[in-house]
């Protein structure tokens, strides 16, 4: 999603919804959400998704 150089919100918001850069940025600044929550429902998708491929390659 990013290209090189800074990782910042500014150039992912301009490549996926670049009418509406500010939005962007207010969603990731201002939202109140739980860092850990969000990373282990993260991990748990892809260690799910980990898990499928392993099976599928088994079989």
Same mark, same amino acid.
Request: glycine fraction near 6%; charged fraction near 25%; proline fraction near 6%.
């Given at each position: 999603?990013? /290209?090189? *150089?800074?990782?910042?919100v500014?150039?992912?918001a301009a490549?996926?919804?670049?009418?509406?850069i500010?939005?962007?940025?207010?969603?990731?600044t201002q939202s109140e959400w739980s860092d850990r929550s969000l990373l282990e /429902?993260?991990? *748990?998708?892809?260690?799910?998704a980990l898990t499928q491929s392993e099976i599928e390659k088994s079989v």
């Open positions: 999603m990013l /290209t090189k *150089g800074r990782k910042s500014e150039p992912m490549r996926v919804h670049p009418e509406d500010c939005s962007a940025h207010h969603l990731v /429902t993260v991990s *748990g998708k892809v260690l799910s």
